[in-house]
T-cell receptor, first 115, second 114 residues
Framework: KQEVTQIPAALSVPEGENLVLNCSFTDSAIYNLQWFRQDPGKGLTSLLL?????REQTSGRLNASLDKSSGRSTLYIAASQPGDSATYLC??????????????FGKGTHLIIQP | GAVVSQHPSWVICKSGTSVKIECRSLDFQATTMFWYRQFPKQSLMLMATSNEGSKATYEQGVEKDKFLINHASLTLSTLTVTSAHPEDSSFYIC??????????FGPGTRLTVT
């Protein structure tokens, strides 16, 4: 059974710092990996999606990498801002069903950016 | 594009009653829809996968007779929580997939059972 772990569980840093969020998964047979942002009491906002054949994706100040063989992904946030405060979720889609299966989520990293 | 809506956004019901939650893909036809549940300070857990016109596939530990899923069209799936109890109080989120590439998530429905 796939398990997704996110470290750290919580992180508080001053505004302007660059930071890295970590995600690991136990079964490397994934279809893709996705990073989401969730604000309190709200739904999910998709940030980046990395296909299993890709190594990284970038969007603005965000960069996500994927090392499928070692079961790891990182989300890099550059020049953090208070508006980046949220819970960041990592999720993987299993490869066995041709990508048609549901996602397995980690518990998230609760990020606070101090002004 | 790729917008998914849910209705209602929140609902309070009494123990023993049933509640229906709708998930709609507004600007695309979804081949598959998924239902997830999130308890406080926990991550999202997949409950079931549904395809239009066929029976839903439930994850281990999810009671299919309690959580009824109907996927009547390519743009609408419903989740009915039957005989709800306080332990069913949770945040329910649906997602819809056009193909196997990406899932698009709805805004979620917060259910509180008193």
């Amino acid at each position: 059974k796939q398990e997704v772990t996110q470290i750290p569980a919580a992180l508080s840093v001053p505004e302007g710092e660059n930071l890295v969020l970590n995600c690991s998964f136990t079964d490397s047979a994934i279809y893709n990996l996705q990073w989401f942002r969730q604000d309190p009491g709200k739904g999910l906002t998709s940030l980046l999606l990395i296909q299993s054949s890709q190594r990284e994706q970038t969007s603005g100040r965000l960069n996500a990498s994927l090392d499928k063989s070692s079961g790891r992904s990182t989300l890099y946030i550059a020049a953090s801002q208070p508006g980046d405060s949220a819970t960041y979720l990592c999720a993987v889609r299993p490869g066995s069903g041709g990508g048609a299966d549901g996602l397995t989520f980690g518990k998230g990293t609760h990020l606070i950016i101090q002004p | 594009g790729a917008v998914v809506s849910q209705h209602p956004s929140w609902v309070i019901c009494k123990s023993g009653t049933s509640v229906k939650i709708e998930c709609r893909s507004l600007d695309f036809q979804a081949t598959t829809m998924f239902w997830y549940r999130q308890f406080p300070k926990q991550s999202l857990m997949l409950m079931a996968t549904s395809n239009e016109g066929s029976k839903a596939t439930y994850e281990q530990g999810v009671e299919k007779d309690k959580f009824l899923i109907n996927h009547a069209s390519l743009t609408l799936s419903t989740l009915t929580v039957t005989s709800a109890h306080p332990e069913d109080s949770s945040f329910y989120i649906c997602s819809a997939a056009i193909d196997s590439y990406e899932q698009y998530f709805g805004p979620g429905t917060r259910l509180t059972v008193t």
